[in-house]
């Protein structure tokens, strides 16, 4: 076989050679090319057999290096991709969105977008998969610095109401979580994720002593989430969010006496000044 040439041959400018004492007796079905001047052989695996597009000679510590670039270049290119797809949802919907809006926002190609998403579906998923790690880890903070477990619930809710406020990407993952029914599978995550986290605290303000003994925690949690994303979603509509803090503090105010025992109720509401101090 020839070494390559023309268009196929590799572009750093170096001339390749074959070297037949290099070849090793029984291998004869890899390709081996030889550099001038001492410079180290490295096999070259049959091309067609594992349909690899590259023809000439790689160096290791090059091939490796050159291989964690693409990949470190490819994922910022995606976490790029999310975050523009994060402002064009949060702005548009996912109705109204196209990936030729998420292109323009992000600057990368639609080629580009559709390596490494099959859809404008997929897309959107990443996005609220990202919104979820980081609101998940927001969590775990808020949870280890409450004083109780009712506490731990309301702080829940303020820290969301905060991050609304200011970030993007939670604006798009509510949207795109409150919007799209069109979704196979539907996008029972994030409800699937909280209730259960809400259920469990509220448990555990149970044991505490803190719930009436006819509340049921598991019933609250179902009432408390879809509440706390209807008052997300009227902020949104007509304050663009700017009073969804206060919104989220009158829910619990609300809230409050109807799951907590009235001897703890003062104790409940100290709580929800500590997370939600009123304005």
């Known amino acids: 076989m020839r070494p390559p ?39 070259f695996r049959d091309v067609r057999r594992n349909h690899h597009p590259i023809v000439g000679t790689l160096f290791l510590g090059q091939a490796g290096g050159f291989l964690v670039a693409q990949q470190q270049r490819a994922q910022v290119t995606r976490e790029r991709a999310i975050d523009g797809a994060a402002a064009v949802f949060a702005r548009l919907g996912y109705a109204a969105a196209s990936i030729s809006d998420i292109s323009t926002e992000t600057g990368v190609s639609k080629g580009s977008l559709y390596f490494h998403f099959s859809s404008k579906e997929e897309i959107a998923r990443a996005v609220i998969e990202r919104e979820q790690e980081l609101g998940k880890a927001s969590a775990e903070r808020v949870i280890a610095a409450s004083a109780s477990s009712l506490e731990a619930v309301m702080g829940l809710c303020a820290d969301f109401a905060h991050w ?58 179902h009432f408390v989430i879809p509440a706390f994303t209807g008052v997300q979603m009227a902020s949104g509509v007509l304050t663009d969010y700017q009073d969804l803090v206060r919104r989220v503090r009158e829910m619990w105010i609300v809230i409050l006496p109807g799951m907590v025992l009235p001897e703890r109720l003062e104790a409940a509401h100290a709580s929800l000044d500590r997370v939600l101090p009123e304005a």
């Open 164 to 221: 609304m406020g200011t970030s993007i990407l939670a604006r798009a993952g509510v949207r795109l979580t409150t919007e799209t029914t069109t979704f196979d599978p539907p996008l029972r995550g994030p409800f699937e994720d909280w209730i259960p986290m809400i259920a469990a605290l509220l448990g555990g303000a149970a044991a505490e002593g803190d719930l009436r003994p006819d509340v049921d925690p598991e019933t609250i949690a």
């Open 5 to 43: 040439t023309g268009r196929c041959a590799p572009s750093s400018g170096v001339a390749l050679k074959r070297s037949p004492a290099a070849v090793p007796s029984g291998r004869s079905a890899s390709l081996w090319w030889a550099l001038p001047k001492n410079k180290p052989i490295v096999p």
